[in-house]
T-cell receptor
Framework: DAGVIQSPRHEVTEMGQEVTLRCKPI?????LFWYRQTMMRGLELLIY????????DSGMPEDRFSAKMPNASFSTLKIQPSEPRDSAVYFC??????????????????????FGPGTRLTVL | GIQVEQSPPDLILQEGANSTLRCNFS?????LQWFHQNPWGQLINLFY???GTKQNGRLSATTVATERYSLLYISSSQTTDSGVYFC??????????????????FGAGTRLAVHP
């Protein structure tokens, strides 16, 4: 399996520009998560989808952030307009809720999350 | 509120040394994972361990759910073990197969530096 795929890996943009981050979850997974990592706040959950439906977007900072999941194999996180304080690494993760997979460290794993490589966003 | 706390925050080791990283959590767990974030920023799954003990090579982990803690053991450390180790948990009741919301709460991490 290719794992969770994110693009782009790096993005540098100017304040006020629109930024779109993309994610392809692991095939067969039905839950998708967007996280943001900063030095000050660590890893924080932005939004969670289950079966393509947004379940919890309470972590989305403000209206400038939006996320979509049009199908089971694709999600986007959009920032419009971008600001310097949005600079961070954005991770996408996926898991299979409601099914048991063979876990990373052996044995049954329920809801184990797997992360993509992240997108490092710099807003100038 | 729901919390996941890790200790120590920083750890410096000489190559070959052993270490124990600790994760305390404030509620019962439905899922507990240990990750290694390598110097390139990649989050690598180490263990899925809501309870019990598992071993994978030089690494092992134990979660004592009733006492709300998990330990990650690193034996014979190598320079490639350097990075940040995160504990993350899905907290709350309902059990592993409750089908509930699996929101991972991350600890602040333990930053490990292994010197040759």
């Amino acid at each position: 399996d290719a794992g969770v795929i994110q693009s782009p890996r790096h993005e540098v943009t100017e304040m006020g520009q629109e930024v779109t981050l993309r994610c392809k979850p692991i095939s067969g997974h039905n839950s998708l998560f967007w996280y943001r990592q900063t030095m000050m706040r660590g890893l924080e959950l932005l939004i969670y989808f289950n079966n393509n439906v947004p379940i919890d977007d309470s972590g989305m900072p403000e209206d400038r952030f939006s996320a979509k999941m049009p199908n089971a194999s694709f999600s986007t996180l959009k920032i419009q307009p971008s600001e310097p304080r949005d600079s961070a690494v954005y991770f996408c993760a996926s898991s299979s809720q409601g099914a048991i997979f063979f876990g990373t460290s052996g044995g049954a794993a329920y809801n184990e999350q797997f992360f993509g490589p992240g997108t490092r966003l710099t807003v100038l | 509120g729901i919390q996941v706390e890790q200790s120590p925050p920083d750890l410096i080791l000489q190559e070959g040394a052993n270490s124990t990283l600790r994760c305390n959590f404030s509620d019962s767990v439905n899922n507990l994972q240990w990750f290694h974030q390598n110097p390139w920023g990649q989050l690598i799954n180490l263990f899925y361990i809501p309870s019990g003990t598992k071993q994978n090579g030089r690494l092992s982990a134990t979660t004592v759910a009733t006492e709300r803690y998990s330990l990650l053991y690193i034996s014979s450390s190598q320079t490639t073990d350097s990075g940040v180790y995160f504990c993350a948990a899905v907290l709350g009741g309902g059990g592993q197969f409750s089908g509930g919301y699996n929101k991972l709460i991350f600890g602040a991490g333990t930053r490990l530096a292994v010197h040759p």
